[in-house]
């Protein structure tokens, strides 16, 4: 029996933005319909209590391929910005470094957002004017034309090969883009972008959820043709790697449904709601129905691990506040879809609706198919769930905050996570312990409600939530149960001080790190940590 007969390949089917409501078999009371997505999960096993790392874009990629809490890294909020560093050490091993030494070829498809490793300076004349973060459209007839001085400089800079992408970071191919709505507009491959953008993007494209900022671009350059074009490509890939004798694994992070909200015409109103983004988690679905298409055409389905799950929670001013100003008639609460499910928050929040995504696995002839696992796991669990399929053993300062979820895809085991630790946009921490989950803000983290204003309002500091009696995250219990809050804090400043959650010795973060980060709240006095 071969090596290839014997490991499966994997395929990560990773969407941007889409919340755990969108999911048409996680939300029978949800408006999307989305039947592929709907077909694994009859063929396979739903996870019902999965998280991201974290609620928003770059630490949860982080977390994915390094098995880490994002964290533990340089990135203590927020995200990697325009043109940015990359976040990924070159010395940590992450899983396509891993599986590669196991004999597997690795390809990334799509979007990378954990820093290229641009090698040139960047300045915002040049590289990204017309910053426009507001959602608003920009003013007709103010494209900018690129002079020849500019030209010159993006043939210099995009001449260059990046330093830092998925090539550099275990993959054996990578075609995509950065980041969708920011610039270079461009497609890259493996280290190289896919010709030199020679215009700045026209500015019709900038704004009202479509590009964040103008840029470089290539000549027509459009943005619905990323989806089709991820299709083609994972098709190719999975045709070439099914005739060679090893295995693969094939990561798909897509740049949907994310802004830019570029719908494919066929699929505009699909959703039968006046909104973009649920056309485009229409579109989406159609996307991965064709990748499993692609699996079984070339007859790979049968040895083939498929996981399908998204980076975080749909964002709040799409699902509530469609143009993010206080407008919600197209937006979906209104039309009697809640993106979140029954969980309280979006994108960006601690609570769970920022984080807890649909989770959905088929491997057939190892999975049972129509099964439902109601355990606590993490998307940091895909590097030691990679280990125990290839038989091997993580080295010690590899995927500290990973757990096998093999057990549970078999059937065949205890569960081994009994806690996670949730991280918010604005870098606030909250931890699940079991049915506890202790919030370390008087909001939400994130954009659903500020936390400053919530401590202004005289919130607590801190939410203590039972999650299984009170998902929606509505009765905060700290008062009467303060020796759970203690126990829990506990807990979580152990995990960060060990530099890991999982046994083994203790590690390093990268950079010190604050729970509380109370300077986010004005007014509130610091020495009131230590009632904790």
Known sequence: MTAKSTRPNIVYFFVDDMGYGDASCLNPDGKIQTPNIDRLAREGMVFTDAHSSSAVCTPSRYSVLTGRYNWRSALQKGIVGLYGDPLIPVDRLTVPTFLSQHGYHTACIGKWHLGQGW?????EKDFHPHSNYSRSPTEPGSDQEATLEQQQRWREAFSKPTTGGPTKRGFDYYFGVDVPNWPPYCFIENDRTVGIPSEFLPSRLVGNNLASVSGPAMPYWHFEQLLPTWAKKADRYISERAAADE????????????????????????SGLNNLYADLVVETDDVFGRVLASLEKHGVADNTLVIFTSDNGCAYYIGVSEDGRGNGEKAMEPQGHHSSGPYRGYKSDAWDGGHRIPCIARWPGVIESGTECDELVCLSDLMATCAEVVGDTLPDNTGEDSVSMLPLLCQAGPPGRKNVVHHSISGKFAIRDGLWKLVLCPGSGGWTYNDADAAESGLPLVQLYNMKDDPGERRNLHAENPDKVKELLA????????????????????????IWKLDTMPGVDPRITDDY
Not at 491 to 514: A, F, H, I, K, M
């Open 491 to 514: 807990l979580l400043r152990r995990q960060v001080v060990n530099g890991r959650s999982t046994p083994g010795p203790r590690q390093e973060n990268d950079v010190p790190v604050d």
């Open 119 to 123: 090698d040139f300076e960047v300045n």
């Open 247 to 270: 295995s693969f694994f094939l990561y798909l992070p897509m740049t949907s449904p994310h802004t830019p909200l570029s719908v494919n015409k066929p699929w505009i109103g699909k």
